[in-house]
């Protein structure tokens, strides 16, 4: 039997986390402060020199601790950390890592909110930000400058679902002394970007790993330096700035964490079942599970290969109006829903110039090569793809598009 290089999955099933009173789910610790017999453990707490003392849940909170140690079992890191949201996680992390003065290289192709952040919003901190093409590793490369503190890109690049060559950027952060930081949202599981050599892996929990979109959530994957430092009483950017999650949610995102490696599978089905139907009738269409895209080595040579290629896929419908056609046509035809985000059971999709990367200037989005018309899916756990298939080949009838 091939030996696999690393198992996310079974890293989360061999967790042993009992609740209180032996409970197969851990108990949910429902408050914000906690009590201390002695003052003198009160204190040392505060200043982080106590085992297994919980202070005030903006700080850690138990039920917190089980999410966070379950994720870094799935990533592989020393620790990690739980936050309110994917953009409290990638907005604390950055301004850890940056002080006023320094450097960001970051891929242009990020999620819009992203893009926002270090375009408009760093420059208040006098961070500077150089967006390049991620999988153009020269130019990447040639960007560093002496005040670059960190690369940014995501593993799997949205929308046009480019994959990133983690471990050709690690090298290059390594050689340069930077951080690596991967927004992992899109490929949980598929890719363990810890193991390929980043330093930090970030998510949107919102997405895939609770994959149920009735919270908002968000996490980091880092050593257990980096984790310490963030939540650090004194100057910790999560500490400080307060983006916490709460632990009701935290307990419900870690059931569904325990069904993710299925749920991955499923999606990632689903949509190459699409892919191929695409392909089969010539509609442009973009899918890195799919021989004719550009990163299929690549992604093949890096991907855990029991959670197959991800459940996103994009299609090219050329113009705004007709994608707005086909995405009415298909919501009315129960095809899913005409929603952002990803990573539900039910298949969402949206036009991602009109949403997602709305942010994103019409003159960038035009030299990242995307379409007006470029429909993304998040496909969803469909028991029957063939019957969604049909639909969605009616809806393109109907429209006028084939
Ligand atoms: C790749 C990616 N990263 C981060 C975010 C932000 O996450 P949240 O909405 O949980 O703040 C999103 C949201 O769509 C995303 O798609």
Not at 270 to 297: Q, R
Request: glycine residues 8%; negative net charge; contains cysteine.
């Amino acid at each position: 039997m091939k030996t696999k290089k690393f198992d996310p999955a079974s890293n989360i099933q061999n967790l042993e986390q009992f609740g209180e009173f032996g409970g197969v789910n851990p108990s949910i610790t429902d408050s914000s402060t906690f009590t201390f017999m002695k003052a003198e453990t009160m204190l040392d707490t505060f200043h982080g020199k106590t085992e297994g003392c919980f202070l005030y849940s903006r700080h850690w909170n138990p039920t917190n601790k089980y999410l966070a140690d379950a994720l870094a079992a799935m990533e592989g890191t020393e620790s990690a950390w739980v936050m309110g949201s994917g953009m409290g996680a990638i907005t604390t992390t950055l301004l850890q890592l940056c002080n006023a003065g320094d450097h960001i290289v970051s891929s242009v192709t990020t999620y819009g909110g992203t893009y926002a952040f270090l375009k408009n919003y760093l420059p208040k901190f006098n961070i500077d930000v150089t967006f390049v093409n991620a999988s153009d590793l020269e130019s990447l490369e040639a960007a560093i400058k002496p005040n670059t503190k960190l690369i940014y890109t995501e593993s799997m690049s949205n929308p046009l679902l480019r994959i990133s060559d983690i471990p050709s950027l690690s090298k290059i952060a390594k050689k340069h002394d930077v951080k690596l930081v991967i927004d992992n949202t899109f490929t949980p599981m598929i890719l363990s970007p810890f193991q390929l050599g980043a330093d930090i892996v970030v998510y949107s929990m919102t997405k895939f790993i609770n994959g149920k979109n009735d919270a908002v959530a968000g996490a980091i994957c880092a050593s257990s330096d980096f984790i310490n430092a963030i939540s650090d009483v004194n100057d910790g950017t999560a500490m400080l700035l307060g983006p916490v999650l709460d632990p009701m949610r935290s307990s419900s995102i870690l059931k569904n964490l325990n069904t993710l490696h299925i749920r991955m599978q499923k999606h990632g089905e689903n949509a190459m079942y699409l892919a191929k139907k695409f392909k089969e009738i010539g509609l442009k269409y973009n899918y890195p599970g799919m021989p004719d895209h550009v990163d299929y080595d690549l992604f093949n040579s890096i991907r855990n290969e029991d959670f197959g290629y991800s459940g996103m896929i994009a299609i090219d419908m050329v113009t705004a109006e007709r994608a707005a056609d086909l995405m009415e046509a298909m919501q009315v035809r129960g095809v899913g829903y005409h929603a952002v985000s990803l990573g539900y059971f039910k298949t969402l999709f949206s036009n991602s110039g009109k949403s997602t990367s709305s942010e994103v200037p019409e003159s960038v989005r035009e030299g990242m090569g995307m379409s007006e018309g470029l429909v993304r899916y998040s496909v969803g756990l469909d028991n029957d793809i063939e019957r969604t298939w049909k639909i969605i080949k009616e809806c393109l009838t109907e429209i006028g598009f084939i």
